[in-house]
């Protein structure tokens, strides 16, 4: 009973490839974010989602496109991807209660080769 | 735009030891919320302690407290009678209280502070 859960964990893919990594939560949440994680582990907020509306989008390549398609679910969707997008990939969600914490999947780590 | 900014890179403590992070933010705002991640090695995000910008009190959890000073923005983490288990890296953050804009939900982070714990 994985209250986020995202797939895959791991993702190795070459240059050029078109990739997705999925995020589900199952907390009845209303907010749902992306977070990246670069290799000197500095976390960023990438989106975030409001009952599936596109509430932050912070300064990320067109290459990158979330997607919402229910409150439960949020998607992100990489094309051409490049060598400095390895990273890991954090799905967060919450509820729009400004008291509310977040809680964070386990993270998927991207290698580009 | 608010920042966070965890000036110790590494930090160490002998098990059963008394440790305590640092932390500092810049905001305009009156009103937030702090935050204390855990990041094990496992990569899963873990809140250790969260404290309300308004309330005067300071936060605690067991072996987790928290020393906010609102005036001078500053949230450090004591962890008590430390544990094997607590070596982690450890993430401050911040949040607006702010229900609407762009900034809404976002949690900002400081860099991180590798927390090492010996027997």
């Known amino acids: 009973d994985t209250a986020v859960s995202q797939t895959p964990k791991y993702l190795v893919t070459q240059m050029g490839n078109d990739k997705s990594i999925k995020c589900e939560q199952n907390?009845?949440?209303?907010?749902m974010y992306w977070y990246k994680q670069d290799s000197k582990k500095f976390l960023k907020i990438m989106f975030s989602?409001?009952?599936?509306?596109?509430?932050i989008n912070e300064t990320v390549p067109n290459r990158f496109s979330p997607k919402s398609p229910d409150k439960a679910h949020l998607n992100l969707h990489i094309n051409s991807l490049e060598l400095g997008d390895s990273a890991v990939y954090f799905c967060?969600?919450?509820?729009?209660?400004?008291?509310?914490?977040?809680?964070f999947g386990q993270g998927t780590r991207l290698t580009v080769v | 735009a608010q920042t966070v900014t965890q000036s110790q890179p590494e930090m160490s403590v002998q098990e059963a030891e008394t440790v305590t992070l640092s932390c500092t933010y810049d905001?305009?705002?009156?009103?937030?919320?702090l935050f204390w991640y855990k990041q094990p090695p496992s990569r899963q995000m873990i809140l250790v302690i969260r404290?309300?910008?308004?309330?005067?009190q300071n936060a605690t959890e067991n072996r987790f407290s928290v020393n906010f000073q609102k005036a001078a923005k500053s949230f450090s983490l004591k962890i008590s009678d430390s544990q094997l288990g607590d070596a982690a890296m450890y993430f401050c953050?911040?949040?607006?209280?702010?229900?609407?804009?762009?900034?809404?939900?976002?949690?900002?982070f400081g860099q991180g502070t590798i927390l090492t714990v010996h027997p």
């Open positions: 905001t305009s705002e009156s009103d937030y919320y």
């Open positions: 989602y409001n009952n599936k509306e596109l509430i």
């Open positions: 953050a911040y949040r607006t209280s702010f229900a609407g804009g762009t900034s809404y939900g976002k949690l900002t």
């Open positions: 404290q309300e910008a308004y309330k005067q």
């Open positions: 907390l009845g949440h209303d907010t």
């Open positions: 967060a969600s919450s509820t729009s209660s400004t008291r509310s914490e977040a809680f």
